[in-house]
C-alpha cells in the first residue's frame, strides 16, 4: 500500500481499500433494538488507514448527506434517551450542515459539559453552537420563548464557564454580547446580565467599574413596571447581595452592615433558599471585618451554621464555598490544622471543576498556614503553586500575596536580596491595584527585618507604621504594643 500511495496509484489504492474492506476490515458489530422494535447493526473500518483513505475520496457533498444519515440513525438508535449521544449528534449535525439540528444538540453538548466540569467542552461546544447561529434562518420564521432567547443564553453560558475558569475579560464581552442579544423589553434579563458584569472587574480589583455595573442593573430594575413577583425579587436581592460582597472587598464594614440590614426583610420574605444562606455568610464576613480579620468565636459559629446550610441544599459549589469561609476565619483566629483540613478539601474540589478563584484562593491561605507554622518548604511549596495559578488566572491580587509568602521563605533561607525583591514586589502590585490588602503584613516583616539588619531604623519604622494601619489584620495585643511603643519613640526621637 505504501508503494502504491507513493506512485500516487489511487484507483489501485481504491480497489485494494474496498476488497481489504470487504474481506477483513470491516466488522459487523450486533446492534440495538430501536423503539419500532427493528434491530440496527453497526459497522466499523478497524485500520485507520483504509477509514481516513475512504472518507478523504468522498466528494463534499458525499461525507454531507453521509454525516446527515449517520446522525438520523444516532437518532433513531437512541430515540428513547439521547442524552448519551448528544455530542456525536452535533458533530454529524454540523458536517451535515443542518444548522438548527447542529444548533440543538452543541447547546445540549456545552450544558452537558458544563455539569461535568469539562470546562475547555463546554466552552468549545458553546462557541461552536453561536456560530451555528449565524447560519440558522430565524426571519420569517415562527419563533418560541425558547428560540428567542437562545442566543443570549449561550453567550450567558458561555461568560459563566470562561469567568469560572479564569478568563474575566472574555467572560465579561461574552455577557456584553448576551445583554446586546438578549430580549430589550425584559428588565429582569438585562439586569442580570449587568449584574454579571460586575464581578469580572474584581480580580484586577477595578472594583469601580463593578460599582458602575451594580448600579445600573439597579436603574434598570428600577425602570422595570412589574412589581412584587418572585423574578423581581429574586433579581434584586442578587444585585443587593453583589453589592455586599463588593463592600467587603473594599474593607467597608459599615457599608455591608447598611446594606444587610436594608435587605434584611426582604430577604426573610422573598428571597430563595440560596440567596438567605448568601445573607448569612455576608453576616459573616461583615463580622470578620469588624474584628479586623481576627473573627470572635461568634463569627466562627455563624459561618459553621452557614456552612450546614449549604450542605443541606447539596450544591457542591456552594459547600466548597462554605468551607473555604470557615477554613479563612480558622485561620484568623489561629486554628491552623482545622483550617487546614478545610482548605485541602476546598484545594482538591477548585482543582477538578476547574473553579481558579476557589484554586488560587485555597493554595494562598494553605501557605499562610504552613508559615505560620514555621515551615518554610512546605510553605515556599505552596507559595510557588499560588504565583502560578495566579498568574494563569490572571488573580493580581493573589500574585503579589504569593510574592509576599515567597519573600519570607527567602529570608528564612538567608536570601536577602531575593526576599528585599520579592517584598517590594507585592506592595507594588497591591499599591498598582489600588487595592486595600488586610495581608500586607506577609511581605511587611520581612522588610522591617532586613531594614534593621541594614541599621535603616527609618525605613523598619515606616513599615512599622503600615502594620499598624486600622485597615490591616490586627495583630496580637502584645506586638501592637511593642510596634506603637517602637514607633512613638521613634517619632519623639
Given at each position: 500500500i505504501n508503494r502504491i500511495q507513493d506512485i500516487g496509484e489511487r484507483r489501485l489504492l481504491r480497489q485494494l481499500s474496498q476488497e481489504l474492506g470487504k474481506r477483513h476490515r470491516l466488522v459487523r458489530e450486533q446492534g440495538e433494538v430501536n423503539a419500532g422494535g427493528r434491530r440496527l447493526l453497526r459497522y466499523r473500518v478497524a485500520h485507520n488507514l483504509f477509514q481516513r483513505y475512504l472518507y478523504n475520496d468522498l466528494s463534499a457533498g458525499e461525507r454531507r448527506l453521509l454525516h446527515g444519515e449517520v446522525a438520523r440513525a444516532l437518532e433513531e438508535l437512541h430515540a428513547r434517551d439521547r442524552e448519551p449521544a448528544v455530542v456525536r449528534l452535533a458533530y454529524h449535525y454540523r458536517l451535515a450542515q443542518e444548522p438548527e439540528k447542529a444548533l440543538s444538540y452543541l447547546t445540549q453538548a456545552g450544558h452537558q459539559a458544563r455539569r461535568g466540569h469539562a470546562n475547555e467542552d463546554a466552552t468549545a461546544y458553546y462557541r461552536s453552537a453561536i456560530e451555528q447561529l449565524a447560519q440558522v434562518p430565524f426571519v420569517g420564521r415562527e419563533m418560541t420563548q425558547d428560540w428567542h432567547t437562545l442566543p443570549s443564553e449561550l453567550r450567558e453560558g458561555l461568560g459563566d464557564v470562561l469567568a469560572l475558569t479564569g478568563q474575566h475579560d472574555q467572560a465579561r464581552c461574552a455577557y456584553e454580547d448576551a445583554l446586546a442579544d438578549g430580549p430589550r423589553h425584559d428588565p429582569i434579563w438585562q439586569a442580570r446580565q449587568e449584574r454579571q458584569v460586575g464581578p469580572t472587574w474584581d480580580p484586577q480589583r477595578l472594583l469601580q467599574n463593578a460599582l458602575q455595573a451594580y448600579r445600573r442593573a439597579e436603574t434598570t430594575l428600577e425602570s422595570d413596571p412589574r412589581e412584587d413577583t418572585a423574578d423581581d425579587w429574586h433579581e434584586w436581592l442578587e444585585v443587593q447581595l453583589s453589592l455586599v460582597n463588593l463592600h467587603y472587598l473594599c474593607v467597608s464594614a459599615d457599608e455591608m452592615v447598611e446594606t444587610l440590614e436594608k435587605i434584611r426583610t426582604a430577604v426573610e420574605r422573598h428571597g430563595t433558599p440560596d440567596q438567605q444562606i448568601r445573607f448569612l455568610h455576608n453576616r459573616n464576613l461583615a463580622g470578620t471585618l469588624r474584628d479586623r480579620f481576627v473573627p470572635s468565636e461568634e463569627t466562627v459559629s455563624l459561618s459553621r451554621t452557614a456552612l450546614a446550610l449549604r450542605q443541606q441544599s447539596g450544591n457542591a459549589s456552594s459547600i466548597a464555598h462554605g468551607r473555604f469561609n470557615l477554613a479563612f476565619n480558622l485561620l484568623c483566629r489561629g486554628a491552623i490544622d482545622a483550617a487546614e483540613e478545610q482548605l485541602q478539601r476546598v484545594l482538591e474540589f477548585g482543582a477538578r471543576t476547574g473553579d481558579a478563584w476557589l484554586e488560587t484562593a485555597?493554595?494562598?491561605?494553605?501557605?499562610?498556614?504552613?508559615?505560620?507554622?514555621?515551615?518554610?518548604?512546605?510553605?515556599?511549596?505552596?507559595?510557588?503553586?499560588?504565583?502560578?495559578?495566579?498568574?494563569?488566572?490572571?488573580?493580581?491580587?493573589?500574585?503579589?500575596?504569593?510574592?509576599?509568602?515567597?519573600?519570607?521563605?527567602?529570608?528564612?533561607?538567608?536570601?536577602?536580596?531575593?526576599?528585599?525583591?520579592?517584598?517590594?514586589?507585592?506592595?507594588?502590585?497591591?499599591?498598582?491595584?489600588?487595592?486595600?490588602?488586610?495581608?500586607?503584613?506577609?511581605?511587611?516583616?520581612?522588610?522591617?527585618?532586613?531594614?534593621?539588619?541594614?541599621?535603616?531604623?527609618?525605613?523598619?519604622?515606616?513599615?512599622?507604621?503600615?502594620?499598624?494601619?486600622?485597615?490591616?489584620?490586627?495583630?496580637?495585643?502584645?506586638?501592637?504594643?511593642?510596634?506603637?511603643?517602637?514607633?512613638?519613640?521613634?517619632?519623639?526621637?
Amino acid at each position: 500500500i505504501n508503494r502504491i500511495q507513493d506512485i500516487g496509484e489511487r484507483r489501485l489504492l481504491r480497489q485494494l481499500s474496498q476488497e481489504l474492506g470487504k474481506r477483513h476490515r470491516l466488522v459487523r458489530e450486533q446492534g440495538e433494538v430501536n423503539a419500532g422494535g427493528r434491530r440496527l447493526l453497526r459497522y466499523r473500518v478497524a485500520h485507520n488507514l483504509f477509514q481516513r483513505y475512504l472518507y478523504n475520496d468522498l466528494s463534499a457533498g458525499e461525507r454531507r448527506l453521509l454525516h446527515g444519515e449517520v446522525a438520523r440513525a444516532l437518532e433513531e438508535l437512541h430515540a428513547r434517551d439521547r442524552e448519551p449521544a448528544v455530542v456525536r449528534l452535533a458533530y454529524h449535525y454540523r458536517l451535515a450542515q443542518e444548522p438548527e439540528k447542529a444548533l440543538s444538540y452543541l447547546t445540549q453538548a456545552g450544558h452537558q459539559a458544563r455539569r461535568g466540569h469539562a470546562n475547555e467542552d463546554a466552552t468549545a461546544y458553546y462557541r461552536s453552537a453561536i456560530e451555528q447561529l449565524a447560519q440558522v434562518p430565524f426571519v420569517g420564521r415562527e419563533m418560541t420563548q425558547d428560540w428567542h432567547t437562545l442566543p443570549s443564553e449561550l453567550r450567558e453560558g458561555l461568560g459563566d464557564v470562561l469567568a469560572l475558569t479564569g478568563q474575566h475579560d472574555q467572560a465579561r464581552c461574552a455577557y456584553e454580547d448576551a445583554l446586546a442579544d438578549g430580549p430589550r423589553h425584559d428588565p429582569i434579563w438585562q439586569a442580570r446580565q449587568e449584574r454579571q458584569v460586575g464581578p469580572t472587574w474584581d480580580p484586577q480589583r477595578l472594583l469601580q467599574n463593578a460599582l458602575q455595573a451594580y448600579r445600573r442593573a439597579e436603574t434598570t430594575l428600577e425602570s422595570d413596571p412589574r412589581e412584587d413577583t418572585a423574578d423581581d425579587w429574586h433579581e434584586w436581592l442578587e444585585v443587593q447581595l453583589s453589592l455586599v460582597n463588593l463592600h467587603y472587598l473594599c474593607v467597608s464594614a459599615d457599608e455591608m452592615v447598611e446594606t444587610l440590614e436594608k435587605i434584611r426583610t426582604a430577604v426573610e420574605r422573598h428571597g430563595t433558599p440560596d440567596q438567605q444562606i448568601r445573607f448569612l455568610h455576608n453576616r459573616n464576613l461583615a463580622g470578620t471585618l469588624r474584628d479586623r480579620f481576627v473573627p470572635s468565636e461568634e463569627t466562627v459559629s455563624l459561618s459553621r451554621t452557614a456552612l450546614a446550610l449549604r450542605q443541606q441544599s447539596g450544591n457542591a459549589s456552594s459547600i466548597a464555598h462554605g468551607r473555604f469561609n470557615l477554613a479563612f476565619n480558622l485561620l484568623c483566629r489561629g486554628a491552623i490544622d482545622a483550617a487546614e483540613e478545610q482548605l485541602q478539601r476546598v484545594l482538591e474540589f477548585g482543582a477538578r471543576t476547574g473553579d481558579a478563584w476557589l484554586e488560587t484562593a485555597s493554595l494562598a491561605y494553605l501557605t499562610v498556614a504552613n508559615r505560620k507554622r514555621g515551615q518554610v518548604a512546605e510553605a515556599k511549596h505552596y507559595a510557588i503553586r499560588t504565583l502560578q495559578s495566579a498568574r494563569s488566572n490572571k488573580l493580581d491580587w493573589y500574585t503579589a500575596m504569593a510574592q509576599a509568602n515567597l519573600a519570607w521563605a527567602a529570608w528564612r533561607d538567608g536570601d536577602e536580596s531575593g526576599a528585599q525583591e520579592r517584598a517590594h514586589t507585592a506592595l507594588e502590585i497591591w499599591k498598582r491595584l489600588g487595592a486595600i490588602s488586610p495581608w500586607r503584613w506577609t511581605a511587611l516583616w520581612p522588610l522591617i527585618s532586613l531594614a534593621t539588619s541594614r541599621d535603616d531604623l527609618p525605613g523598619a519604622i515606616d513599615h512599622a507604621s503600615a502594620l499598624l494601619d486600622p485597615e490591616q489584620q490586627r495583630l496580637p495585643h502584645d506586638l501592637t504594643v511593642h510596634l506603637e511603643g517602637a514607633v512613638q519613640g521613634f517619632e519623639a526621637g
